[in-house]
């Protein structure tokens, strides 16, 4: 990359892949790509309802944390490859498996969609650590909701969202987030660590067309931004 580009890394939700948003997403970041031709993106796919049904399975047979982790894995990747070939000309299908991968890759695509990478690592903590590596100039997270609320939106009709949050106050908004396989939301406890060493500017979006590519074009629509 010349001096002049910039990395921008994207998480999607998982929920995204089986959804009528999707055709809608796609076409979003390749004309962000269009429109800013100095910047790269990394996708980091997330495993989604599809890799919860695995786990499940897998739970009920008896299989650890670790393996349930590593399906998790799988799954997302397979998510990523979709999402590699929906970027047509400006990705490979290929998925990275590795951060030297994603950076081999990086140098070639303007594109590059990965899953997970570590057990007991949720895929949140992967586009942190993503960023980090990268030198990304922001890492915005697009999940389910739309930005971090003062409680549960989806089960308190008076929730408020908040516009900018501190990583201690986010730590205590999520404190009861779980760790095991299949359950990671908003941003989890690592992932927050890898944004607070890096202090890696980070927005949280609502996984929809319209704000995915307003975000890409620098431009921030709703949601919540981290601060340090």
């Known amino acids: 990359m010349s001096k002049s580009e910039e990395t921008l890394v994207l998480k999607l939700s998982g929920s995204l892949f089986f959804s009528e948003e999707y055709g809608k997403v796609t076409k979003a970041i390749t004309g962000a790509l269009q429109q800013r031709s100095q910047i790269r993106v990394v996708l980091v796919a997330g495993g989604g309802a599809k890799a919860r ?6 739970s009920k047979v008896g299989a650890d944390q670790t393996t349930l982790d590593e399906i998790g894995i799988m799954t997302s990747r397979i998510n990523a490859m979709i999402l590699a070939t929906s970027m047509g ?6 998925v990275p498996e590795t951060l030297r991968e994603l950076l081999q890759s990086l140098k070639q695509n303007r594109a590059v969609a990965i899953g997970g990478l570590h057990p007991g690592q949720s895929t949140n903590a992967v586009g942190a650590l993503v960023a980090e590596k990268t030198k990304a100039r922001r890492f915005i997270n697009a999940t389910d909701v739309d930005g971090v609320y003062n409680k549960d939106p989806r089960k308190f009709k008076d929730a408020q969202r908040i516009d900018r949050i501190s990583i201690g106050e986010l730590e205590e908004i999520i404190g009861g987030e779980s760790m095991q396989a299949g359950h990671y939301d908003l941003m989890d406890p690592v992932a927050l660590k890898l944004v607070e060493r890096s202090k890696t500017s980070t927005w949280i979006i609502k996984c929809v067309s319209k704000r995915i590519e307003s975000a890409l074009l620098g431009e921030r629509v709703g949601g919540t931004e981290i601060v340090f």
């Open 89 to 94: 000309e400006f990705s490979e299908t290929n």
């Open 53 to 58: 049904e695995y786990i499940d399975v897998a």
